[in-house]
């Protein structure tokens, strides 16, 4: 058995994974079926302890966050910022098409900075940590969120069994470039050799789904993080959806770890 050839970090990595805000709506919206519930732009706006003049939402998608800022700060200039024109046309202005790796802003003009999981998606992980911290004012926060490596340990053997059943070969999934690349623990090591300090919002918990439909519509919306021909891509969902109805057949739910976290770095260093 061997991996899938072309399924690399460098497709995960594809800006056209983001021309619209469809796929990661989606994606989202297995959250909704999430306990705790927790309201993760209100601990972001919960964190900021002064009115900030400029925030800079980093990766910003659709908007999620950019929303909440603008409504708890309105004094503020919230900008979203990411590289994919085509997501922001679904988040309203001030919006900047830029590289997080080349921000077209001064040095240290934003008290408040978020990169809320976008950093696994970057080619030069520590290249952009630089760029943040550049652009961070002194006294300002950095939110950074990613997710812990037991996230969804689930949700990897449905989509593996199903490529093997399938396609005969073990497929790589855009989750284990993830916590390969940047999970909680590994972001806790890099930004604490940053910062003086960084705070875990530690959010743990569970998924329980009542029907496939969901858990179907985020594996398809991933069909751009892989390199595999359409046809392909299908045997594997139609394998994976034969796996769900078996389950759901015995089972009323099915359940999913979710665990992800929030960072909240001050005070950073080596400037």
């Not at 997501?87 to 001030?94: M, Q, R, T, W």
């Not at 921000?103 to 520590?126: C, K, Q, R, W």
Request: glycine letters at 8%.
């Amino acid at each position: 058995m061997h991996e899938v050839s072309g399924t690399t970090d460098e497709r995960f990595q594809s800006v056209g994974n983001y021309r619209n805000a469809e796929g990661l709506a989606v994606r989202q919206g297995l959250y909704s079926y999430k306990t705790p519930d927790y309201d993760l732009p209100g601990i972001v706006t919960g964190s900021i302890t002064e009115a900030p003049k400029r925030v800079l939402d980093v990766g910003c998608g659709n908007g999620r966050y950019t929303r909440r800022l603008r409504e708890a700060f309105p004094g503020a200039e919230v900008i979203g910022v990411d590289l994919a024109a085509g997501i922001l046309e679904s988040v309203p202005g001030p919006t900047v098409v830029a590289d997080a790796a080349d921000l077209p802003f001064e040095d240290g003009s934003a008290e408040v900075v978020l990169a809320m999981h976008m950093l696994y998606h970057v080619p030069d992980i520590p290249a952009v940590l630089d760029e943040l911290q550049r652009v961070l004012a002194p006294g300002g926060v950095l939110f950074v969120s990613t997710l812990a490596s037991d996230d969804k340990s689930e949700y990897l053997p449905i989509w593996r069994e199903a490529g093997t059943t399938a396609l005969g070969i073990e497929v790589r999934q855009a989750l284990s470039v993830v916590l390969e690349r940047f999970s909680l623990e590994t972001a806790q090591g890099m930004l604490s050799e940053r910062f003086a300090s960084v705070e875990l919002h530690d959010l743990p918990g569970v998924i329980e789904l009542p029907e496939p439909g969901p858990l179907l519509a985020a594996f398809r919306s991933e069909a751009d993080f892989t390199a595999l021909a359409p046809a392909d891509f299908d045997r594997i969902m139609a394998a994976i959806e034969q796996r769900l109805e078996a389950h759901f057949a015995e089972h009323d739910l099915l359940r999913i770890t979710s665990h992800s976290g929030i960072l909240e770095c001050r005070d950073a260093t080596g400037r």
